[in-house]
């Protein structure tokens, strides 16, 4: 089955700095990727996805990259607030309906 | 607005008791899903669905039985509870199409002691 490794787990920065999240996936059939964020005591929600037929999505300060040769993608947020501060699972999806998850980042954004 | 509700929020439960969580979903998604999350392992899937009547097991599938007679209803059931299933279990629903984000209910934190 798929498998999904999520670097690194835990991430600080400055407000104002930008944060890299990189995920590798396994199964070269796996063609959406979306990412989550979950605030604490909160339920994930999707912040950004990217399908295999697209390099590079951008949305306001989010963007994520979509290497497929390589197996990975990566999720970018510049200008980093204290608002940001949660934990960020990618996945992804090689089969109808169902996704394999990350082991999560948790980001920490320093005011 | 999508809403996949779980029937509640906090749960405590005896070692050996049969424990039900149960999942509605109000979108007539196909597909519903169990996790399980813990510090540190993310989100790993215990079983899902894709129609009425239909399951497949995840990748923790042990301890864990599953039960949907309703399109919107996805119940997940702990035959015999175990202080090592002390967590917290998330339900998610998605449309058929694979290329759509997931949306998940408000988890439900066990404990069983």
């Known amino acids: 089955g798929e498998n999904v490794e999520q670097h690194p787990s835990t991430l600080s920065v400055q407000e104002g700095d930008s944060a890299v999240i990189k995920c590798t996936y396994s199964?070269?059939?796996?063609?959406?990727f979306p990412w989550y964020k979950q605030e604490l005591g909160k339920r994930p929600q999707l912040i950004i996805d990217i399908r295999s037929n697209v390099g590079e999505k951008k949305d306001q300060r989010i963007a994520v990259t979509l290497n497929k040769t390589a197996k990975h993608f990566s999720l970018h947020i510049t200008e980093t607030q204290p608002e940001d501060s949660a934990v960020y699972f990618c996945a992804a999806s090689s089969q109808a309906g169902k996704s394999t998850f990350g082991d999560g980042t948790t980001l920490t954004v320093k005011p | 607005d999508v809403k996949v509700t779980q029937s509640s929020r906090y749960l405590v439960k005896r070692t050996g008791e049969k424990v039900f969580l149960e999942c509605v979903q109000d979108m007539d998604h196909e597909n519903m899903f169990w996790y399980r999350q813990d510090p540190g392992l993310g989100l790993r899937l215990i079983y899902f669905s894709y129609d009425v009547k239909m399951k497949e097991k995840g990748d923790i599938p042990e301890g864990y039985s599953v039960s949907r007679e309703k399109k919107e209803r996805f119940s997940l059931i702990l035959e015999s509870a175990s202080t090592n299933q002390t967590s917290m279990y998330l339900c998610?629903?998605?449309?058929?199409?694979?290329?759509?984000?997931?949306?998940f209910g408000q988890g439900t934190r066990l404990t069983v002691v």
């Open positions: 998610a629903s998605r449309p058929q199409t694979m290329n759509t984000e997931a949306f």
């Open positions: 199964d070269s059939a796996s063609n959406y």
